[in-house]
C-alpha cells in the first residue's frame, strides 16, 4: 500500500498537525486512523475488514459497540493508546505510517 503524505493526513485530520505525540495517543479513536496512520494496513470494502499486509494478515473489524481483532471480540477503544494496546495485547505489529514518523 502506498504511503499517505502528511499534507493528506491533514486533511482526514486537521487537528493533526498542532497535536503532541502525548496528545495523538489520547486522541478519540476512529477506525479509518487505521489506515491513514499505521503502514500496510487497506480497508476491504465488500468485507468491512482492515487487513493488514504482513504474512500474519491481521484482520480488524468494527460492531456497534464492540470491536474484533483476528476474531475476538473487545470493547470499542476510546482512545488511539487503546486499539494500539489492545493490538499489541494480540501480537498484532502496528508500523507507524512514515509521515506520522516525520511528524513526530
Known sequence: MKSIQLDALSQYFPQLLSKSINELYQSSFE???????????????????????????????FNESTYCINGTELK????LNDFITDCHSFNVDLRWNP??????
Open 76 to 79: 470499542w477503544p476510546v482512545t
Open 31 to 61: 477506525p479509518q486512523q487505521i489506515v491513514l496512520f499505521f503502514e500496510g494496513w487497506e480497508f476491504y470494502e465488500p468485507y468491512n475488514r482492515y487487513i493488514d499486509d504482513t504474512e500474519s494478515r491481521n484482520i480488524v473489524w
Open 99 to 104: 509521515a506520522i514518523q516525520e511528524r513526530f
